[in-house]
């Protein structure tokens, strides 16, 4: 939370969501979901919400927990590690 400024943290049936600060992720993203699928892979979804309208930017599905990392990183062009 401290590297990405990430906050308002919400729990969903499905996994979790968080916002990001307007224009510090690439390409306009400002809210991350991450959801817990049914073959127990994760799917993070990038997206900008805006006047209560969240509008999807990009999605990776089917990974598994070591790759969520990586796949934030990808999404957003935010580093979360040293």
């Known amino acids: 939370m ?3 400024g990430a906050r308002d943290v919400v729990v969903t049936p499905n996994g ?3 916002r990001l600060p307007a ?3 690439q390409g306009g993203v400002n809210m991350i979901r991450v ?3 049914a073959d ?6 990038a ?3 805006a006047r209560l309208d969240f509008k ?4 990776e599905s089917g990974l598994y927990a070591e790759d969520l ?4 990183t990808r999404l957003t062009g935010l580093d979360t590690h040293l």
């Open 69 to 72: 990392q990586r796949a934030f």
């Open 40 to 45: 127990d892979t994760y799917a993070v979804i």
């Open 23 to 25: 224009n510090f992720a």
């Open 2 to 4: 401290m590297m990405t």
């Open 47 to 49: 997206g900008r919400w």
């Open 16 to 18: 979790l969501q968080f």
């Open 56 to 59: 999807e930017k990009a999605r």
């Open 35 to 37: 959801e817990l699928s």
